[in-house]
């Protein structure tokens, strides 16, 4: 049986792998993009900030982005869960489950762009998912216009709310940061948002409440309830890497792959665009140009134009 071989396997079809697949088929190499298809701004409705897509449905943009790639000879994409990822002779062999029907995957590759991006785990409040991304959201830059002077909630367990609640005050002047009885905020820094006419509230959060879908305030476990109309959550990113565990891959202290600034892993072959390399800034369009970063040092190491790890990419 023949295996089939690609040029470049991208794991992920989000803005970076799509954006990195997109530069290489242009680059005349033979791509194939392998997606889970589980985007991770599925929970919400539209996506902001995007130059020239400001506003586009979340799932329009892939599959605008699939069409790009597939509309080249070179490129083609297709819906499956890698689960293996292992050095084959001199490049690298990838096995994937198909999903939503689709085939399984077992192909060859002489290099592998890694885009799986990030997983996010929410404070464990009962109905928080059910209002995030409509009402609660973790990007500020990408949903806070649509809440400006509103009456907004910060949620998180985290020791960067201070930080966070002070960005938000571009947006609103009625914002309360809610710890969850977990969070940190600093005497100090509650004195600043103070100042600025943010409170914090330490009682932890019994649950997300609303009427009719829509968000009306937070409920605290003393009973208490604190109108809010909405507002952001800081989740907790992990990295979506089960598959690279065979290989030699080195990562930082949270499991996100450390890459040079073209993208090159530690083991030379293997790339990472997007957001599985570090968790911010988490934008689409920062993703997209970082796959097109990968691309070009991909295409260029394939050359041998430059083949060293850190070699800039002109
Ligand atoms: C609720 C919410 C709203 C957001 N709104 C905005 C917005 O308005 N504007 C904005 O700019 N940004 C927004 N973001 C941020 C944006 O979604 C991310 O910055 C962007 O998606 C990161 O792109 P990526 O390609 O690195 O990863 P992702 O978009 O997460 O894509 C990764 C892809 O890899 C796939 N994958 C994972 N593991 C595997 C595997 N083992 N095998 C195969 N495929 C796999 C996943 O299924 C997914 O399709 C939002 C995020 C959230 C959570």
Redesign the pocket.
């Known amino acids: 049986m023949t295996v089939e071989s690609y040029d470049v396997v991208v ?7 799509l954006s990195a697949a997109l530069n290489l088929v242009r680059a005349r190499r033979r791509v194939l993009v ?8 599925a ?2 409705l ?5 130059l020239t897509r400001d506003g586009i449905s ?1 799932l329009e943009l892939r599959r605008l982005a699939r069409d790009e790639v597939e509309s080249y000879d070179e490129g083609e994409v297709v819906f ?4 293996g990822l292992t050095v084959s002779g001199s490049g690298f062999r990838v096995v ?1 489950s198909g999903v939503r029907g689709a085939a399984d995957i077992d192909v060859l590759a002489d290099t592998v762009v890694i ?4 997983t ?1 785990t929410l404070p464990a409040v009962p109905s928080i998912r059910a209002y ?2 409509t009402q609660l ?3 500020v ?3 806070a216009y649509e809440k400006s002077d509103a009456p907004l909630a910060l949620i998180g367990e985290t020791h960067d709310l201070a930080e966070r609640a002070l960005l938000l005050t571009q947006w609103t002047s009625d914002l309360i940061v809610f710890t969850n009885g977990v969070g940190t905020v600093g005497d100090d820094d509650e004195r600043t948002l103070a100042r600025l006419g943010v409170s914090v509230e330490r009682r932890p959060i019994d649950d997300v409440v609303g009427e009719r879908g829509a968000m009306t305030g937070i409920r605290l476990t003393d009973g208490t309830e604190i109108a809010r109309s909405g507002g952001f959550v800081r989740p907790l990113w992990s990295p ?1 890497l ?2 690279v565990d065979d290989l030699d891959l080195d990562r930082d202290d949270d499991g996100f792959l450390v890459t040079d600034a073209a993208g090159r892993t530690s083991l030379p072959g293997v790339y990472a ?4 390399t570090e968790p911010g800034p ?6 997209a140009g ?2 097109a970063v990968v691309a070009a040092a991909v295409n260029r190491d394939l050359i041998g134009v430059s083949v060293e790890r850190d070699a800039p990419v002109l």
């Open positions: 794991i992920g079809g989000g803005p970076a792998g392998v997606d889970g298809n589980r985007p991770r701004n929970a919400t539209t996506a902001h900030g995007f979340p499956a869960q890698v689960t994937a885009a799986t991006g990030l996010e995030y991304g959201h973790s990007c830059e990408c949903d979506s089960s598959f665009a997007g957001e599985s988490q934008q689409l369009i920062v993703a970082s796959g």
